[in-house]
């Protein structure tokens, strides 16, 4: 496994950490490795609306067959995608 050091917490920050791991019943270690995993496995939260855009274009340009909704036509798109 490897070791990582983190320099210049304020001593708020660490209050925080030592509060909270103390809350759960474990140490200050074992609560920022709870906390990384965390961040780490959530999904990405969007630092722009232009990703979101993109893919609106996408389904506003896609072709269409007569007679499907919209819904039919994101349902297409998306099974291609994943």
């Not at 990703?51 to 007679?67: E, I, K, N, Y």
Request: charged letters at 30%; a negative charge.
């Amino acid at each position: 496994m490897a070791d990582i050091h983190i320099r210049k917490i304020d001593e708020q920050m660490y209050s925080a950490l030592s509060a909270r791991a103390k809350r759960h019943g474990v140490s200050v270690e074992e609560e920022v490795r709870h906390i990384l995993r965390s961040a780490v496995s959530a999904p990405e939260k969007l630092d722009t609306p232009y990703p979101v855009l993109a893919w609106d274009d996408h389904l506003a340009t896609a072709v269409t067959a007569p007679g499907r909704s919209s819904g039919e036509t994101v349902y297409a798109d998306r099974n291609g995608r994943w």
